[in-house]
């Protein structure tokens, strides 16, 4: 099944879920700003967008590639259809130096 739209609430500081191209399976997913990421550290984010899935549906969140050879590493995320509350990446820094983080992280793909 793919899913040609989204349904989505973007609250204070969050960015629209969007796919860069059509035929992109899943919408990108973006961090409100810049944050720090101390070694080793997990730090656990509010993206800023709530999404509501149709029943019988799933997201998952999945890293995107670039961000995993960079040491980072963007933990798996599984949205239930029922749930409607903010969504959150939970990221961990894999190296022994402090990183610097940027907004795009992510991708969201529904099943």
């Known amino acids: 099944m793919t899913i ?10 969050g960015y629209v ?17 810049d944050i720090i ?14 999404v ?5 549906t799933c997201g998952l969140i999945l890293p995107r590639s670039s961000i995993s050879a960079s040491g980072i590493l963007v933990h798996t995320g599984v949205i ?7 969504l959150r990446a939970t990221v961990q820094n894999l190296t022994n130096t402090e990183l610097s983080f940027g907004l795009y992280v992510q991708s969201l793909q529904t099943f």
């Open 4 to 13: 040609k739209s989204l349904n989505y609430k973007i609250l204070s500081e």
């Open 17 to 33: 879920p969007r796919r860069m191209h059509d035929s992109d399976a899943g919408f990108d997913l973006f961090l409100p700003h």
């Open 37 to 50: 990421l101390m070694p080793r550290a997990v730090h656990s984010i509010s993206l800023q967008v709530c």
């Open 52 to 56: 509501f899935l149709e029943r019988g």
């Open 80 to 86: 239930d259809a029922g749930y409607t509350g903010t």
